[in-house]
């Protein structure tokens, strides 16, 4: 095996790769079947499958909140498509869940000046009683200020944390900013607070309302906690900075509404030489309400069940199995990820690789591994593939996508596509999230990325992780 | 009076005007007149009073639906504002109008896929019964394509017309676009139909339907009609493109409540030398329900407000009077337009020139009049100082604003300074209408350029008008 360092000269085209090239790729694949592999990248640059699974997955089912009648219609959807397409074995494994429900949304300002904002409950909130909450707004900038503000000044009171995300293209400005949804309510209910109320972790001037879970701990009763829009926010905080107090009004009905169980759905392109050897690729399945669910995540399923299916198509069987998962319940749970490694612990070592689109539909810029350094030569030859698409190498410390976590976890080696996310939190979570979203061009670019990494891994009896850490 | 040919050479700073064109001036202004103007002027690109003028409205009264308590509102805020920046005289002149109320407005897909859509009635929509519409969509891709339609293709069916406005700097998409929403429920119902659904006319992709008035004739019980939002209406188009009949519910619950009484809101700066003859600007004081009316036309409140304070604060008292008028009801109706003609309807010789401000808040790139030729070479001297802002002469062409349309049918010469309207329609008529959406810069570059024109117009003795066109 020949050891090669990165960053990787930057080739022009793989299908025109030099002789000294060719002969490195020996090592591991024909040149032949790189040639196919270059040759089907360049068609998915202009095929148009991803996209119509996308606009049927968000025409024919639309929004698909977990335990929602759209759930099941998603579920069915999926089964058909992975059966319509040509996917050699299509299965649905159950993934339990604790269903939440939505309910009635409203909220105003009662004084000093009344006025209507849109506000939508947090995954998991409890409902406010029927007649609503009413209080006066505590104002903080970060969840941090909340956290170390003295509970007398919250007792009794709204919170509301009001800082805004940044915009990055890689996204970064989500993990700063999302704490305040996922704890507001624990601690809002820990100080004494009657109810929580964030701007919306998003980066639009929409009013259109960003919803998301929450963390959930079991020794305090949190309070029903909602996100009102960045317009919204900016008129509260224009009230506030009048320096009279400010009474709002706010009514939730969502709630948790008994059990239910989802399913994943898995299509398998069966491996020809090592069959119960998999790579892991998908979507997942389940969106929030209040869209169509297009960038997150049908998207995600457009491009990698189009992956798989023009691998079989064009290139024919890989040697191992090229598993797609339809993720059950990401948003409010990882349902799925968690029932598929409860059932799958013991086969754990036979999932090679694994990757999931969930991040829109933004061109991919770069590549990025989590894997023994000793698979460092395999990824020099998708990086060889890679390089026209305009994706450069990202390291060996990405993340994967949260339905991998519990895999991930437990050692296997993964792998990240990285998006474009420029615009992605303009619309995450949102009413917004529609397929109008959505460039074309920019998820064929996707498609093209997930059939090289997903074709050379399926096509080569090396290891990612496992395997080579045990050597 | 020297004659002067328009195109007018660029200057790039009135004040530092040449020799040559002090001496032009001279036929009108004095010198330090017009060096006052220009130092208001370039002061007034960076003056804060119309942006909080406009924060004011949007977040102290919001929402003000003509005959809504937010219209009252409205009225009580134009008046104390008025008086807090000193104007010398405030009326309130009666502006009678029919109420119109929004209800419930929900829609969903039947089949073949059912799925939610985003809703708004059109300002006079009639209402649906309580349990809604239901039935199958017919499908017109413009109004026109419904008008010339066999009448057995919509009976007892709901209308669907799907064309998108385009997206121009000028806001020339609006009037092909518009008529889709002024004209299809009196054409529907004309030709058997039971409801009228019309795309959004607007140029976002965002999930905030456009609301706007429709135009009604008594012949004909119009049926409820309602926009969805362009995702939407994307959506519908996607199913309908199946090929397989598509079914229709929603539920519109406007309806008209009743007589009202709102409130031309009058804020006069008294001329020295002519008090009764007016220069009037403004803006609307009522807006749509669904935002906060801040480009629609809280902004233009601001721009018009603040030019006549600052011209009296700066320059002082004017020769004429300036007369700034916050119209009632522009938006479904046009009360406060015609109370005013009709209550002022002896003196219109007296109102010598006129503009509003209503078409957001965007740079101004244009200067057009609608005036005897006569006075061009007033426009000549108002242009020096309007070039350095980056305003072009667009000829004797202009439109004026709505509520001026009484009056410019009387005979009054009016005048109108073009805004970039290039984003103005993704927000117009929609709950996206909030603050956020103005750009405090360029909203102050239209108070500028309203100085400009307002100080001089109201600083002679000449005419633009009446007094000319009877030479």
Redesign the interface.
Known sequence: MKKLLLPLVLMTAASGASDDSKSATNDFYTTDFLDQVATLRDHALTDPLAYDIT?SL??????RLAGS?GDAKAVAWGEAKFKSLGFDRVTLEAAPLKRWVRGVETAEIIS?????L?ITALGKSSPTPNEGITGEVVHFNTIDELKSADPALVKGKITFISNRMERHKDGSGYGKAVGARSTTAQVTAAKGGIGAIIRSIGTD????PHTGAMKYEADVAAVPAGAIS??DA??LV??LNRGKPVTLKYTLGSRFDGDYVSHNVIGDIIGSEKPDEYIVIGCHLDSWDL??GAIDDASGCGITMAAAKLIKDHIGQPKRTIRVVLWANEENGLSGAKAYHEAHKEEMKQHIFGGESDFGAGTIYAFGTRMDEKAMPLVHEMMQLLQPLGIEYAGNEASSGADLIPMRAAGMAVFGLKQDGTKYFDYHH???D????IDPKELAQNVAAWVVVTALSANTSENFGFDLSDK
């Open positions: 606009e968000t025409t024919e089912v639309g929004a009648p000093p000046f009344k006025q209507t849109t001037n929409n009013r259109t960045n317009p900016d008129l224009n009230m869209g169509t949102t009413a917004n529609t397929l109008d979203k």
